[in-house]
């Protein structure tokens, strides 16, 4: 007979950087996950701790997860979180820590020789393409400037290469996306990390090993 282990701990993760970035974090107090997500197909993985477990969800997924009891905690960017507290609120959502991993930027960029200053002096309407219509949207409207937003889930760079939008605005790393696709950036909007998100209700009822698990990773990003 299956039972359900109520002490279990679920640490929603996504994909990618996020996940590549936590599990140093996790390391230092000796966590470790124990499949490789790349190579299995698995979305529940084993940690070697008995009671915590990692979900893998899309990372625009994780504060959803998190907010709905699905996942205890999770990690997820400052990004993906504005947008999603924008649209669904953030009651719920207890945001503890910023873990300053998965860094970058978010930037409107434009392509080369595209005159962004003299169409916002001018007062002109800005095509912006973006997945982040919130941020974009409360950007432009306290800098006065008037936007068409649309919204794309990815690939924003191609939407000015072909004349479907003016500008952009998107994350920024290396910024090598934007040069291979002749695009500049014009503005930073905000500097981007990773932040740690809690369910309100499994802090109560699973306080000590959450707590436990919240000091691990604050110890982790003082080092
Ligand atoms: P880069 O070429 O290094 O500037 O990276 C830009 C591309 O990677 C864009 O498509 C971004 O959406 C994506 N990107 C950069 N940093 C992050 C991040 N921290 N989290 C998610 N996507 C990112």
Known sequence: MRTENFNMI??????GRIFDETLPLLKTAGIEVLENPETSRKLILPTNQPDLRVVLVRAT?????VQYGGADLGVTGQDTLIEHCAEWGATGLYQPLDLRIAQCRMSVAVPA?????GKVKQGARLRVATKYTHTAREFFA?????????KLYG???LAPLIGMADAIVDLVSSGNTLK???LVEVEH???ISSHLVINHAA???KQEPIRRLIGIFAAAIAQ
Do not use: C, R, W
């Not at 997924?61 to 997860?65: A, E, G, I, M, R």
């Not at 006065?144 to 937003?149: A, E, L, P, Q, T």
């Open 142 to 150: 306290a800098k006065g400037v008037h936007v068409d937003i649309i």
């Open 10 to 15: 679920t640490l929603a993760l996504s994909k």
């Open 203 to 205: 802090l109560k009822l």
């Open 113 to 117: 020789g595209f005159d962004y200053a």
């Open 180 to 182: 291979a696709n002749q």
């Open 155 to 157: 690939s924003m760079e």
């Open 189 to 191: 909007i905000m500097p």
């Open 61 to 65: 997924d994780v504060p959803t997860y």
